[in-house]
């Protein structure tokens, strides 16, 4: 019965599924960030303002 269902699942759904788990090992994985300032701070604060927000 397991092998039927395999069998008639369409191929985008494997490629799919191969795509996900790529996906949530990429994120499983450390890191490095960079330690540069950000250098739009006071843009985005006075876009804040603008807005009301």
């Given at each position: 019965m397991l092998?039927?269902?395999?069998r008639n699942t369409?191929?985008?759904?494997?490629l799919l599924f191969i795509v996900l788990?790529?996906?949530g090992y990429q994120q499983?994985?450390?890191r490095?960030?960079?330690r540069r300032p950000f250098r739009h701070w006071r843009w985005l604060i006075a876009?804040?303002?603008r807005c009301g927000n």
């Open positions: 092998i039927e269902i395999i369409p191929r985008w759904v494997f788990l790529v996906m499983s994985r450390d490095t960030a960079s876009q804040r303002i």
